[in-house]
Each structure stands twice: as C-alpha cells, then as structure tokens.
C-alpha cells in the first residue's frame, strides 16, 4: 500500500495572495492531479501531470499553475487568491491515467 | 446541464438496512463510470468501476449499469454506521478511453446509516 501526504491540511490567505500546496504519494504513480471540491460541485480537475515535468490543463486551471518537480511529488499555486476560491483542494494520483483514482486528505483553503 | 447527477442529495436508512444510489448521464459517450466514498475529512475512496452492462458485486456493494438508459445505480446491503459518507458516481467517456482527465464527477450523494 501506499499514501498520498497533502501539506499543509488548512492554510489561511489573504485575498490577493499567491499561495503553495504541496503533494507527496509513495505509490510510485506515474499520474498526479489536482482537483478542487466545493459543497454541493463535486470534484473538478484544476491541472494534472501523467510523468515527472509533464503538466496538463483541466476544466479550471485559471489562476492556478502547478510544478511536477519529481515523480512523487505535484505542488499547486494559487496565484492570486480570490475569496470565493475557499475549497477542499485534493490531490489524487493513479498508476496510468485510466486507472483508478488515490486521494490524499485534502487542504482545505480560507481567504480572508 | 450537470452531465452526471445523482440521486437523491441525502439518504438515511436504519442499520441493517439497504441503501440504493443513483446516478445517470446525459452524455451517451459516457461509458466508463466509478463510485467512491468520501468520509468526513478525508479524501474520496475508490469503491468499485464497472463498465460493462448488468451487475458488478464486492462483498456488500453492487452496482448496476445500463448504458441504454446511461443509468448507474449502488445499492448497499446490510448497511452499517461506517457507510455514512458522501457517495460520489463519476464517468468517463468512450473517446478518452477511461481517461481520468476525462472524469466528470456527480455532486454526491449523502448517505447516513442510523444505529
């Protein structure tokens, strides 16, 4: 088995704010993911990354970027933090994209 | 138009009981569909895929699929206080081959398994 360590589990910003989330998985996954959750929306896909370097955009990935330094981690930045941008942000990885998916906890984001 | 929805928002069932989920597509390219389970304060768990028409059962859990009607359904028998999450269906369509970059999640549904 493995573990999929989300840092930090809340981080408080300020509104205008560029803010990091980081991502570790020791499943030795190829693919990584970044989604977002609010109440009530389910998951959607901000950015995600099928090998070390490699970066793919999803459904929401303005005002995001994303790094896939090495191949067991994938780090998210907010690039300037909105208040109505307050969510769980999880990260998922998964050996090939088709298969299935691995959480991590979550960070759960608040902007002043 | 929300291309997967799920049904009902919340679900209470006493324990023992069964609880029946469900979800369906308006996307005939949807072909490929999963259910995960999300505790409070985690993150979502796999539970099962199926992608091919009828039923699929692991231990308690089975889904049924009919693409004809893009309809996908969970039902849990004997449930127990620990089933009580948030259940989400999610599909991916034909062309993407499964792709998860492709997956378009439910809203949920919110199940509570009274003792």
């Known amino acids: 088995g493995g573990i999929i360590t989300q840092t930090p589990k809340f981080l408080i910003g300020q509104e205008g704010q560029k803010l990091t989330l980081k991502c570790q998985q020791n499943f030795n996954h190829d693919t990584m993911y970044w989604y977002r959750q609010d109440s009530g929306k389910g998951l959607r896909l901000i950015y995600y990354?099928?090998?070390?370097?490699?970066?793919q955009k999803g459904d929401l990935s303005e005002g995001y970027d994303a790094s896939r330094e090495k191949k067991s981690s994938f780090s998210l930045t907010v690039t300037s933090a909105q208040k109505n941008e307050m969510a769980v942000f999880l990260c998922a990885s998964s050996m090939t994209s088709a298969e299935t998916l691995y959480f991590g906890s979550g960070t759960r984001l608040t902007v002043l | 138009q929300q291309k997967v929805q799920q049904s009902p928002e919340s679900l209470s069932v006493p324990e023992g009981g069964m609880a029946s989920l469900n979800c369906t597509s308006s996307?005939?390219?949807?072909?490929y569909f999963w259910w995960y389970r999300q505790h409070s304060g985690e993150g979502p768990k796999a539970l099962m895929s199926i992608f091919s028409d009828g039923d699929k059962k692991e231990g308690r859990f089975t889904a049924h699929l009919n693409k004809a009607s893009l309809h996908v359904s969970l039902h849990i028998r004997d449930s127990q206080p620990s089933d009580s999450a948030l259940y989400f269906c999610?599909?991916?369509?034909?062309?993407?081959?499964?792709?998860?970059?492709?997956?378009?999640f439910g809203k949920g549904t919110k199940l509570s398994v009274k003792s």
């Open positions: 999610a599909a991916s369509d034909l062309n993407s081959g499964g792709s998860n970059a492709k997956l378009t």
């Open positions: 996307d005939r390219n949807f072909q």
């Open positions: 990354s099928i090998t070390e370097n490699d970066l």
